[in-house]
């Protein structure tokens, strides 16, 4: 048998992979602050005795616009795979969606299933749900079809985090339309960011960072082949190092730049370094690979978690201890745990199996390119 090569072939989603990551992990380490919630908002919380807040005071502080990267990296990966094959119509719509929704329904509905128990045993002990608090029968319905921040909700539902998935659904019904029947033209990704910056709302938020991401891969790929390449690279990365250290310097809002502001001109930047062509060694890559894989189950994961955590204390009657760093390391890391367990042993048995039911047998094909391997299973695509 011929020995096992020391490094994989490049691979230009491994840098996405670890900015996946990174992202669940800000907004894991951002919603801790749970643990100090009575009812919808906390009491006695000092951020600064946080665990470890030295070190993870930016996540602490600014976690939570890890989702705004969470959108920007699925637009760069969905122009970069389905631009053209959507544009040539080499893949059709329902093909798409059953891609789409075998990757996110499945975990959705366990972990709504999951909440929905546990906030009903939460209420009963304490007469209040723990941080989301609109938990009725119309917000279950709105769940369960993914629709639970379409703008028919009084506020975020059982296992709240899901909002933003649910409101990149609908930003993949407007870039498979605009694909399909107007142009794959980086100048709409251009209208349709103006568009959004004249407007309000998640579902505008969620557009404008989507389309920038897929600049970033329209750009990565107009560079792949061009004798400019070295320079342009070598000049955004000047601009991922650069920007940072002028805010530090200068202020928190550079330039008179707006936080979002500021996340929607950086963010396709930072996308575009990061997925350049990688090489590295086969282990390194699967430990990355594997970062990624679990970032959905994560996203996911960790409220349900906490709401077991809060209760189990609930039912002893005991205050959690939040700010004992002991408590935050098994916290997080029985998070990172049941994400990998979770990953492995059901979403991604969960997907292969809708796929193979749903799919036509020459959509398989399509899978795999979406993948950029030869399994079934797309890498860097939330």
């Known amino acids: 048998m011929p020995d096992k090569p020391a490094s994989s072939p490049a691979n230009k989603l491994l840098g996405l992979e670890l900015l996946r990551f990174v992202a669940a992990f800000s907004v894991l380490i951002w919603h801790y602050q749970h643990f100090s919630f009575v009812a919808d908002r906390p009491v006695d919380f000092v951020r600064d005795r946080l665990p470890l807040s030295g070190l993870l005071y930016p996540f602490y502080q600014a976690g939570e616009h890890g989702v705004w990267v969470f959108w920007c990296i699925s637009g760069f990966i969905f122009f970069w795979r389905y631009r053209d094959s959507i544009a040539d119509r080499s893949i059709d719509g329902r093909s798409f969606?059953?891609?789409?929704?075998s990757r996110l329904y499945p975990l959705h509905l366990v972990t709504l299933l999951l909440v929905a128990g546990l906030?009903?045993?939460?209420?009963?002990l304490n007469g209040y749900f723990l941080v989301y608090q609109d938990n009725d029968l119309r917000h279950f319905l709105l769940q369960i079809f993914m629709a639970s921040n379409w703008g028919l909700q009084d506020g975020n539902s059982f296992d709240g985090p899901v909002w933003s998935i649910s409101v990149e659904v609908l930003v993949?019904?407007?870039?498979?339309?605009?694909?399909?029947?107007?142009?794959?033209?980086?100048?709409l990704n251009l209208m349709v960011?103006?568009?959004?910056?004249?407007?309000?709302g998640q579902v505008v938020a969620c557009l404008a960072f989507f389309y920038a991401g897929g600049l970033a891969a329209m750009a990565?790929?107009?560079?792949?082949?061009a004798g400019v390449k070295v320079a342009v690279e070598r000049a955004a990365w000047l601009a991922v190092v650069a920007v940072p250290f002028s805010t530090w310097i200068l202020t928190s809002r550079p330039f008179g730049l707006s936080v979002d502001m500021l996340l929607l001109v950086y963010t396709p930047v930072l996308l575009f370094?990061?997925?350049?062509?990688?090489?590295?060694?086969?282990?390194?890559?699967?430990?990355?690979e594997g970062a990624g894989n679990m970032t959905y189950s994560s996203y996911l994961l960790h409220f349900p978690i906490q709401l077991m955590i809060a209760l189990g204390f609930a039912l002893f009657g005991a205050p959690i201890p939040y700010y004992d760093t002991t408590f935050f390391a098994v916290f997080v890391a029985g998070t990172m745990l049941a994400s990998w367990f979770t990953y492995r042993w059901f979403e991604a048995p969960a997907q292969n199996f809708i796929r193979s039911r749903l799919l036509q047998p020459g959509a398989s094909s399509a899978t795999k390119d979406f993948a950029g391997t030869g399994q079934a299973l797309p890498r860097a695509a939330d």
């Open 220 to 225: 990565r790929r107009a560079t792949a082949p």
């Open 172 to 187: 993949y019904i407007v870039f498979f339309l605009t694909l399909r029947f107007l142009t794959r033209s980086a100048l």
């Open 119 to 124: 906030q009903a045993a939460y209420f009963r």
């Open 97 to 101: 969606f059953v891609l789409r929704l």
């Open 273 to 288: 370094c990061f997925s350049r062509d990688v090489a590295m060694p086969a282990w390194t890559r699967e430990l990355v």
């Open 193 to 200: 960011i103006v568009a959004c910056l004249n407007m309000s």
